[in-house]
C-alpha cells in the first residue's frame, strides 16, 4: 500500500511536473502577455475580487492584471486627491498577496493627461489644483452631452505646467510602491484637450510634440525606479489616413509622436468595433504590443487569433513584440462582478463578461493545440 503510494507519488512528480512545466511554457510562448483590465475594487469589494482573482483569473493563467486606481487609494503624499472612502493599504495588500499567489503582475493605472473630467464631472486632480486645467475657459456643463460646443470630451492637464508632474509623479510612485508593481499604466487615450490655443504655454506648439514629450517624462521618470510605462494606443494612430476616426485613433495629429517617444513603452492597442490589425503597426515600430477586446466576443476570438498568427509569421526580431491580449472592462469592478456572477446579468449579448469568457476560452483551445 505504502509502496504503491510512493510509486504514485514518484509518478506524479516525474511525469507531473516536466507536464506542468511544458504546459506552461507553451501558453507563454503562446502569448506571453494574458491580461484583465478593469477598475480597482471599493473597499467593500476587496474580498469579493479576491474570489474572482482566484477562482476566474489564476485557472485562466491571466497573468497581468491592470487596475483603474486613479484617486481610489488613500495616498499619502497627497491625501487632498483621494476619494472618499478609498482603498486603504490593507487593502491594497490584500490584492497584491493574491496576485502573488497565483504568479499575476499588478501593473496600477492612473489617468495621466488626458481623462481628467468624465461628463460634467471634474476628477480629482483638476477639482483641487484647477490651475493646471489645459482649458480653464471651457466650463463644466450641467448636463453632460456628446458632441457640444465645446468639443469637452475629457479634460486635460496642461503638460507644460510647471508645476503638475510634482503632484502626479508623488502619487505615481506612490501607487507603485504599494502595488509592488514594476509596470505603470498611464492611461493617456482619448486626449482631444492638448496644445490648445488659450493656453499660454502650449499655445502653437506642434501637439505631437506636446504628447511625446508627456510620454516620455513619464516614462523616464519611472525607469528612474526599474519600471516600465504601459499607455493605450489610440493616440499614435493616425485617425484620417487609416479612417479609424477620432477615438480609437488621433485626428489631432498626435500620431506623429510614434516616432518620437522611447521604444519601451508598452502600447495597449484597443479597437472595440473592429478586429482591426494595428498591432503590426506598432510591432513595426519597435513597440511591444497588446491587443484589447472589450465586449464583442466575436472579435476578440478574431483577434486572439490575429495575435497568434502574428508571432508565428514575424521575424525572430518582430515576434516578441507581439506581447499578447488584454481583456478590458469600463465598469466598475462591483457592476462587472454581478453581472459576472448573474446578480445583475447584463442581457446583451455582447458584453465584456461573454468577451471575457469567449477570449480565454479561445486562448484555452489554443494553447491546448
Ligand atoms: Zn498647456
Redesign the pocket.
Known amino acids: 500500500m505504502i509502496k504503491q503510494l510512493i510509486k504514485t507519488i514518484l509518478l506524479v512528480l516525474v511525469i507531473g511536473s516536466p507536464y506542468r512545466i511544458f504546459a506552461q511554457e507553451k501558453i507563454d510562448n503562446l502569448l506571453p502577455v494574458r491580461g484583465f483590465c478593469i477598475a480597482a475594487p471599493r473597499p467593500d469589494g476587496v474580498d469579493e475580487f479576491i474570489k474572482f482573482i482566484n477562482e476566474e483569473l489564476a485557472p485562466r493563467r491571466v497573468n497581468t492584471l491592470i487596475l483603474r486606481v486613479d484617486f481610489n487609494y488613500d495616498f499619502k503624499s497627497h491625501p487632498e486627491l483621494s476619494d472618499s472612502g478609498s482603498l486603504k493599504k490593507a487593502h491594497v495588500k490584500k490584492l497584491v498577496k493574491a496576485c502573488k499567489d497565483n504568479n499575476i503582475s499588478i501593473i496600477p493605472q492612473i489617468n495621466l493627461l488626458g481623462h481628467q473630467s468624465w461628463a460634467s464631472r471634474t476628477g480629482n486632480l483638476l477639482s483641487v489644483y484647477p490651475h493646471f486645467d489645459?482649458t480653464p475657459q471651457v466650463k463644466m456643463p450641467e448636463k453632460y452631452v456628446w458632441p457640444n460646443a465645446d468639443k469637452l470630451y475629457c479634460k486635460s492637464y496642461?503638460?507644460?505646467?510647471p508645476e503638475v508632474h510634482d503632484i502626479v509623479f508623488a502619487l505615481v510612485d506612490e501607487i507603485c510602491e504599494v502595488f509592488e508593481a514594476d509596470a505603470f499604466h498611464a492611461g493617456m487615450d482619448e486626449v482631444f484637450y492638448?496644445?490648445?490655443s488659450q493656453?499660454?504655454?502650449?499655445?502653437g506648439r506642434d501637439k505631437a510634440e506636446?504628447f511625446a514629450g508627456e510620454v516620455t517624462l513619464i516614462r523616464n521618470h519611472l525607469s528612474q525606479n526599474g519600471r516600465s510605462l504601459w499607455i493605450w494606443g489610440d493616440r499614435l494612430i493616425d485617425g484620417k489616413t487609416t479612417g479609424l476616426g477620432e477615438w480609437e485613433a488621433s485626428l489631432n495629429n498626435t500620431y506623429r509622436a510614434i516616432d518620437m517617444i522611447p521604444k519601451d513603452v508598452m502600447i495597449c492597442d484597443w479597437h472595440y468595433e473592429r478586429p482591426d490589425q494595428t498591432a503590426v503597426y506598432f510591432a513595426m515600430k519597435g513597440f511591444d504590443v497588446v491587443t484589447c477586446p472589450w465586449r464583442n466576443p466575436g472579435n476578440a476570438v478574431i483577434q486572439v487569433n490575429d495575435m497568434v498568427r502574428f508571432r508565428n509569421s514575424s521575424t525572430k526580431a518582430m515576434k516578441p513584440r507581439f506581447s499578447g491580449m488584454v481583456q478590458t472592462v469600463w465598469s466598475g469592478a462591483g457592476q462587472f462582478l454581478d453581472n459576472y456572477y448573474g446578480i445583475r446579468p447584463d442581457t446583451a449579448k455582447n458584453n465584456p463578461v461573454n468577451c471575457f469568457r469567449s477570449l480565454y476560452d479561445e486562448i484555452g483551445k489554443l494553447s491546448a493545440k
Open positions: 489645459e496642461c503638460p507644460l505646467h492638448i496644445g490648445e493656453c499660454p504655454r502650449c499655445s506636446l
